[in-house]
């Protein structure tokens, strides 16, 4: 079992997301932006002086956090398999440089003039995932899908759907404690009641390679593709987090524990000690609750034994 997190979410420099990462007790960052830009996208250049610092310090980037077929490409349109195909075939030797063995990716985008379900559509999903899923197999990766606001996330059914249809071992699901919260379940008529995250856990919990740690509480739709949400220490929100840790750990679970705060620097002054040192404080405080309430887990999981 390991800790891990979205260090951009600390700070954008790679110095300071190595630092926090320490400051936590951490060996590993889920890579995402560096300086704005996502990793898969910096210059060759700007990789090697990366990799050369994680390299220094003993710090290992154990998945990469791509935007492949994420929730902002359209599946009706062809560059958005393209921009996936590539995106992937960039991060591959950074990977393997790296000694990365997961990259998250999605199913891309939700169709809002569209059914909840839609076969031809959903036929050139599958399709273009088992392309992805193959990249990563010859690569020696493994391609694990988030359950976020992507189209095959919309119900339990269609999750069971995209289980059954892609069958490798290179394919496995990330689950996000907190995303369900904010999602609508898509199965019957409207008006959709929104989806649990212990539900959801319980369709996926079979196939999940990873964990993301982020909780909250759902506001109000905004019409765009997230709703307005009060994010929240870990614990603290509607994403059953205590819940579905004890039962991971109880079934046996021994990997990766990703937080994902989504904070910002809400808990402190701005004012007295500016909006980089803030954030960074907020990333390192919720990492630090975390452990903590790991550390009460696994007391109530032993005690049980």
């Keep these: 079992?390991?800790?891990?997190?979205?260090?951009?979410?600390?700070?954008?420099?790679?110095?300071?997301?190595?630092?926090?990462?320490?400051?936590?007790?951490?060996?590993?960052?889920?890579?995402?932006?560096?300086d704005g830009t996502n990793i898969t996208?910096?210059?060759?250049?700007?990789?090697?002086?990366?990799?050369?610092?994680?390299?220094?310090?003993?710090?290992?980037?154990?998945?990469?956090?791509?935007?492949?077929?994420?929730?902002?490409?359209?599946?009706?349109?062809?560059?958005?398999?393209?921009?996936?195909r590539e995106e992937l075939k960039r991060a591959i030797p950074r990977m393997q440089k790296l000694g990365t063995k997961m990259i998250r990716g999605m199913s891309f985008g939700i169709p809002r003039d569209l059914a909840p379900r839609n076969p031809e559509?959903?036929?050139?999903?599958?399709?273009?995932?088992?392309?992805?899923?193959?990249?990563?197999?010859?690569?020696?990766i493994t391609y694990v899908h988030e359950n976020c606001m992507n189209y095959f996330s919309q119900s339990?059914?269609?999750?069971d759907y995209l289980l059954n249809e892609i069958d490798s071992p290179n394919f496995k699901i990330v689950f996000d404690t907190g995303?369900?919260?904010?999602?609508?379940?898509?199965?019957?008529?409207?008006?959709?009641?929104?989806?649990?995250?212990?539900q959801a856990y319980q369709q996926l919990k079979d196939r999940i390679a990873y964990v993301h740690i982020k909780d909250c509480v759902f506001k109000e739709d905004t019409g765009e593709i997230f709703p307005e949400?009060?994010?929240?220490?870990?614990?603290?929100?509607?994403?059953?987090?205590?819940?579905?840790?004890?039962?991971?750990?109880?079934?046996?679970?021994?990997?990766?524990?990703?937080?994902?705060?989504?904070?910002?620097?809400?808990?402190?002054?701005?004012?007295?000690?500016?909006?980089e040192k803030a954030k960074y404080n907020t990333y390192l405080e919720y990492g630090k609750r975390f452990m903590q309430l790991m550390t009460e887990i696994k007391a109530e999981v032993n005690k049980k034994d």
């Design 229 to 275: 949400m009060d994010y929240k220490f870990a614990g603290q929100g509607d994403g059953q987090v205590k819940k579905i840790i004890k039962d991971l750990l109880e079934n046996g679970y021994d990997g990766g524990f990703s937080i994902e705060p989504h904070m910002g620097a809400v808990y402190h002054d701005q004012a007295e000690s500016g909006e």
């Design 179 to 198: 995303n369900p919260v904010m999602a609508d379940n898509k199965m019957g008529s409207e008006p959709y009641q929104k989806q649990t995250s212990w």
């Design 41 to 84: 996208e910096i210059s060759e250049e700007k990789f090697e002086d990366v990799y050369q610092k994680l390299e220094a310090a003993g710090i290992k980037i154990n998945c990469f956090g791509s935007a492949v077929a994420n929730w902002g490409k359209d599946p009706r349109d062809e560059k958005s398999f393209t921009e996936s």
């Design 121 to 140: 559509l959903e036929k050139k999903i599958i399709s273009e995932l088992k392309i992805l899923t193959a990249m990563c197999e010859d690569a020696g």
């Design 1 to 34: 079992m390991y800790f891990s997190g979205f260090a951009d979410e600390a700070a954008d420099s790679i110095e300071k997301q190595i630092q926090v990462t320490k400051e936590l007790g951490w060996q590993y960052i889920e890579s995402r932006n560096i």
């Design 156 to 159: 339990y059914q269609h999750m």
